[in-house]
């Protein structure tokens, strides 16, 4: 038996999507041990999978991306409904996870449009913040010195990341931080990886540590797991909840009527977001989604990648505060004694030196007799030999063995990094869940929590599924633009990214239709803003942004007279 990709007429064998993303939310409430409330399983075990897919995996990748999403998405929606019934009411709610939205909320970074332009248009940094402040991002030369590249050893590669700031990595290779006269994108790669050719990995790595930067030597998945880091990660579930006081008593949900068209679960929940590009971002997006009141605090002096804040920002207020600065800090601790969640995706102890660790905010909040949850994304994990080394989502695909599989996938001996952040809003999601989890937990048993996830942790839960077969890999080939096969292993994110949507425009248009998408007008950026509609939904409930994005530090850092954006509950 055969199932037919209708946008082309080619055939698969058959493949069931919704079956495949019913056994993987089998085997991540197996990972999950006893981070998920038992009570709350068999709410989650009943969510139903919706999809429009009859053969093709969506993505030119070996890994089962959308089940793996999909499934995330039903123990946030399973959390959510759970929640539900502690506000109004055990029922037998309906969950649905519409598992093609799933797909695009995966690339959504790549989705979104302002203006009608997306994040590669010539002309959309015109309705864009300028947050990035050191040029890492708008100068090619300087972006490229986030990217892999062969060492002095052949079939050694060493993922180089310059981060926001670019310079330090590539004078860390002998290179100059700027380099006007180098424009052309081929001429940018051979400058770099000759310069990275002339050092091992092992020297790369000893190099990297003395400098604090987010580099790494690209694993295959096989000698991840032989690592002390990968052997600890492999043995944690993929987020935690930890308890970090139990003498404040229950605190229950607020149960807010909201302008939105039907009950929101977290209407009322308060959220402080210090977070930067996606991961971080993507957990409050969740949040809010559930209808909390999410302040993203940022500040002037730090970038941050300007498109990236047109999907994150959704539904969300931004403020710039300066934490190091007295008054920064004083207005800060004034939002902190009424916040519920605490969101951090910075580097392990960032926040600790600042004096906002999670015990540092008990400690900070132990007056008002209620607990918090705070959660923590990062790349590497807050557990392990590496716990506390920087990194980024490719830094985490390169180390865990995703690159590698992806290479290998398309017929080469070489690592590839994945099209799109797809481990960024994997990770966003798991945190998301993590602090439903978290809220739900003070609301029964009352206390304060702390959970964690990472980059690696999803990727690790990732390749625990499995990958498509060879066979699929080949069939999928057959269907897909050969252009997207031609990448090598230094071709940039955005190379990647840039031949991976032309050639699912072609063969899944379905991902690009309204039904997965909706604009509203912002008056933050001052133009329409078009988005990935919510994922999953719980009867009864109403998931969504009541507010449209905006930039960072758009907004006063108060909890006082937030908005409605009425066209946005048409969503």
């Not at 996870?97 to 997306?118: E, I, Q």
């Not at 790669?189 to 990995?201: G, M, P």
């Amino acid at each position: 038996m055969v199932a037919s990709n209708g946008s082309n007429g080619s055939s698969f064998e058959a493949y069931s999507m919704a079956d495949e993303t019913r056994r993987t939310l089998d085997n991540l409430l197996h990972l999950a041990k006893s981070q998920i409330p038992s009570e709350c399983r068999d709410i989650i075990a009943r969510t139903t999978f919706h999809t429009d897919n009859t053969g093709s995996p969506y993505f030119p990748c070996p890994f089962k991306e959308t089940e793996a999403t999909s499934a995330l998405k039903a123990v946030e929606a399973g959390m959510a409904a759970a929640i539900a019934d502690l506000v109004y009411g055990e029922q037998d709610r309906k969950i649905t996870v519409d598992v093609d939205r799933a797909s695009a909320f995966l690339f959504s970074a790549y989705l979104s449009t302002v203006g009608g332009m997306n994040k590669s248009h010539p002309n959309v940094k015109s309705l864009l913040k300028d947050t990035d402040l050191l040029q890492a991002q708008s100068i090619l030369y300087r972006r490229l010195s986030a990217n892999l590249y062969e060492t002095k050893n052949p079939g050694q590669y060493f993922h180089l990341h310059g981060s926001l700031e670019a310079t330090t990595a590539l004078n860390m290779v002998g290179l100059e931080g700027y380099r006007p006269d180098m424009t052309d994108y081929h001429e940018c790669i051979k400058l770099i990886e000759s310069h990275v050719k002339q050092f091992t990995a092992e020297e790369l790595e000893k190099m990297n540590a003395e400098r604090r930067q987010a580099g790494v030597t690209a694993m295959k998945w096989e000698d991840f797991k032989e690592t002390n880091h990968g052997k600890t990660l492999i043995q944690e579930p993929p987020w935690r909840v930890d308890t970090i006081e139990s003498t404040t008593p229950p605190v229950p949900f607020p149960g807010l009527k909201t302008a939105a068209p039907k009950p929101q679960v977290l209407a009322g929940v308060r959220v402080l977001e210090l977070c930067r590009i996606i991961a971080g971002p993507a957990m409050g997006r969740g949040l809010a989604e559930y209808g909390a009141d999410v302040i993203k605090i940022t500040a002037s002096n730090l970038s941050d990648v300007p498109f990236f804040q047109v999907d994150g920002n959704l539904g969300k207020h931004t403020a710039d505060l300066n934490l190091k600065s007295p008054e920064g800090r004083k207005i800060f601790e004034e939002l902190l004694q009424s916040a519920d969640v605490i969101l951090d995706g910075y580097r392990p102890g960032s926040l600790e030196r600042l004096g906002y660790g999670p015990k540092q905010l008990v400690e900070l909040t132990k007056h008002r007799n209620r607990g918090i949850v705070y959660v923590a994304e990062d790349c590497f994990g807050h557990v392990g030999e590496w716990a506390g080394r920087p990194g980024w989502q490719q830094i985490a695909d390169c180390v865990t063995g995703i690159a590698w599989a992806q290479g290998e996938s398309m017929g080469l001996n070489e690592p590839v990094v994945p099209p799109f952040p797809m481990s960024d809003y994997g990770t966003g999601c798991m945190g998301t869940i993590a602090a439903l989890v978290g809220l739900y937990k003070r609301a029964k048993f009352g206390g304060s929590y702390h959970g964690t996830t990472s980059l690696c942790q999803y990727d690790i839960y990732l390749l625990q599924q499995g990958l498509y077969s060879k066979e699929m890999m080949e069939k999928l080939r057959q269907v897909h633009d050969p252009e997207f096969y031609e990448l090598r292993h230094y071709d940039s994110v955005d190379e990647v990214g840039k031949r991976a949507l032309k050639t699912m425009r072609r063969t899944h248009p379905e991902l690009f239709e309204d039904k997965n998408l909706f604009e509203s007008y912002s008056k933050g950026f001052k133009a329409p803003v078009k988005f990935v509609r919510p994922v999953a939904e719980v009867e009864g409930m109403w998931s969504g942004f009541i507010r449209s994005s905006r930039p960072n530090g758009f907004d006063a850092p108060t909890w006082d007279g937030w908005e409605v954006d009425e066209d946005m509950l048409k969503c």
